[in-house]
């Protein structure tokens, strides 16, 4: 009996770790995924940022024109200008409100 007992629990025990593995592998896929979907977001914002320095280079914008130029929120329009004006590759005239504009550093 006691032979029958263990054998079934070698069983339970193999398909437990067979469970665990599959579960593993599902949760690295999912994690790659993950850092592709980050790899890729990091590539857009890079683009995004990139238009708007060309557009800068036109003429002064002001958030409100980039989101509507990029098609993107003036919430994201004025994170990605934040960025620009941190990497010191623009800066920002006029410290609040409609009149803040974003120029080229020249």
């Known amino acids: 009996m006691a032979w029958i007992l263990a054998g079934r629990r070698i069983k339970e025990l193999r398909r437990e770790i067979k469970r665990i593995e599959h579960e593993?592998?599902?949760e690295e896929k999912i994690a790659f995924g993950i850092e592709e979907f980050n790899h890729r977001m990091r590539e857009v914002i890079e683009v995004r940022?990139?238009?708007i320095l060309e557009m800068l280079a036109e003429s002064d914008l002001n958030s409100t024109a980039v989101a509507e130029k990029l098609e993107i929120s003036c919430r994201t329009a004025r994170r990605y200008l934040t960025?620009?004006?941190e990497e010191r590759k623009i800066i920002q005239i006029a410290?609040?409100?409609?009149?803040?504009r974003y120029t080229l550093v020249r």
């Open 24 to 26: 593993k592998e599902e």
């Open 95 to 100: 410290s609040l409100g409609p009149a803040v």
């Open 49 to 51: 940022k990139q238009k």
């Open 83 to 85: 960025e620009l004006v």
